[in-house]
């Protein structure tokens, strides 16, 4: 089982940024992929941004449209951590974050899961 711990969320005006991280433990060889989910108000969960590790599939990333330009998402192997990097964020950027792990193969398949941080941008 991998454990998965995240910080960084917070309230932060339109236009700012945020950095949030994602601690993972446990058994981490079971996992090869780390990503970022989001849910706003009401809504449903979202895949945000995700990325790989280890051989063949080594840093591959994906960024949701909605995203792209403004969010990066990288990971320290060796810390075994995942980062989101928030910019140029808007009011519609306002959700619960979640770090999710997982194995990819031909998709994404993440079923270990964080608590959740909260982002809340303000107009």
């Known amino acids: 089982q991998v454990q998965l711990v995240e910080s960084g969320g917070g309230l932060v005006q339109a236009g700012g940024s945020l950095r949030l991280s994602c601690a993972a433990s446990g058994n981490i060889i079971t996992i090869n992929a780390m990503g970022w989910y989001r849910q706003p108000p009401g809504k449903q969960r979202e895949l945000v941004a995700a990325i790989t590790s280890r051989s063949v599939y080594a840093n591959n990333t994906y960024h949701a449209d909605s995203v792209k330009g403004r969010f990066t998402i990288s990971r320290d192997n060796a810390q075994n951590t995942a980062y989101l990097q928030m910019n140029s964020l808007k009011p519609e950027d306002t959700a619960v974050y979640y770090c999710?792990?997982?194995?990819?193969?031909?998709?994404?398949?993440?079923?270990?899961w964080g608590q959740g941080t909260q982002v809340t941008v303000s107009s």
């Open positions: 999710a792990a997982g194995w990819y193969g031909v998709a994404y398949d993440f079923d270990s």
